[in-house]
T-cell receptor, first 109, second 115 residues
Framework: GQNIDQPTEMTATEGAIVQINCTYQTSGFNGLFWYQQHAGEAPTFLSYNVLDGLEEKGRFSSFLSRSKGYSYLLLKELQMKDSASYLCAVIDSNYQLIWGAGTKLIIKP | ETGVTQTPRHLVMGMTNKKSLKCEQHLGHNAMYWYKQSAKKPLELMFVYSLEERVENNSVPSRFSPECPNSSHLFLHLHTLQPEDSALYLC??????????????FGAGSRLTVL
């Protein structure tokens, strides 16, 4: 079967750095997405990785290692507004999108 | 404004009711999707429409019936639902569907409670 694993919940402090991990076992790989979802709101696109390495976008960076079936989302200089769920999703060999259950990130002052 | 609008945002219905969820996208996208989101579970893809044709139906019970009258509108008709159908129903759209990295734009969802 296909599986995406993410921690259910993480807590971090305002101003700090947090890394949210995602490991996947899928039939093939055609890319990986990260989405952010604030409570009661729509998920919004954060990043897309298809090649190994780090993609940086402001305070957010996403890393991919295809050989390890592993990605992480790195959030720097955390702000209270970063409290949200972060969803990892992988495109498999059939171009189906396989989703993780999401990681709820709680930011404390 | 996300570009994808869902109504109603909240819906409470009995098991014998019939209701519909509506989704509208203003992005000129060719593909539209219905997802079910339950607490602490991965998003479940229910239906996919590409250019108004249904291209995927992931073994969804017949009590859920989709309709895509044009490329901007998508409906999910609900009838004789079960309490376990209570969830957040998300509509999404993307420029295209199938091969490629199709970024999804989601609506805020319709929170459904079945009593």
């Amino acid at each position: 079967g296909q599986n995406i694993d993410q921690p259910t919940e993480m807590t971090a402090t305002e101003g700090a750095i947090v890394q949210i991990n995602c490991t996947y076992q899928t039939s093939g790989f055609n890319g990986l997405f990260w989405y952010q979802q604030h409570a009661g709101e729509a998920p919004t696109f954060l990043s897309y990785n298809v090649l190994d390495g780090l993609e940086e976008k402001g305070r957010f960076s996403s890393f991919l290692s295809r050989s390890k079936g592993y990605s992480y989302l790195l959030l720097k200089e955390l702000q209270m507004k970063d409290s949200a769920s972060y969803l990892c999703a992988v495109i498999d060999s059939n171009y189906q999108l396989i989703w993780g259950a999401g990681t709820k990130l709680i930011i404390k002052p | 404004e996300t570009g994808v609008t869902q109504t109603p945002r909240h819906l409470v219905m009995g098991m014998t009711n019939k209701k519909s969820l509506k989704c509208e996208q203003h992005l000129g996208h060719n593909a539209m999707y219905w997802y079910k989101q339950s607490a602490k579970k991965p998003l479940e893809l229910m239906f996919v429409y590409s250019l108004e044709e249904r291209v995927e139906n992931n073994s969804v019970p017949s009590r859920f019936s989709p309709e895509c009258p044009n490329s901007s509108h998508l409906f999910l008709h609900l009838h004789t639902l079960q309490p376990e159908d209570s969830a957040l129903y998300l509509c999404a759209s993307s420029q295209d569907q199938g091969a490629g990295a199709n970024v999804l734009t989601f609506g805020a969802g319709s929170r459904l409670t079945v009593l």
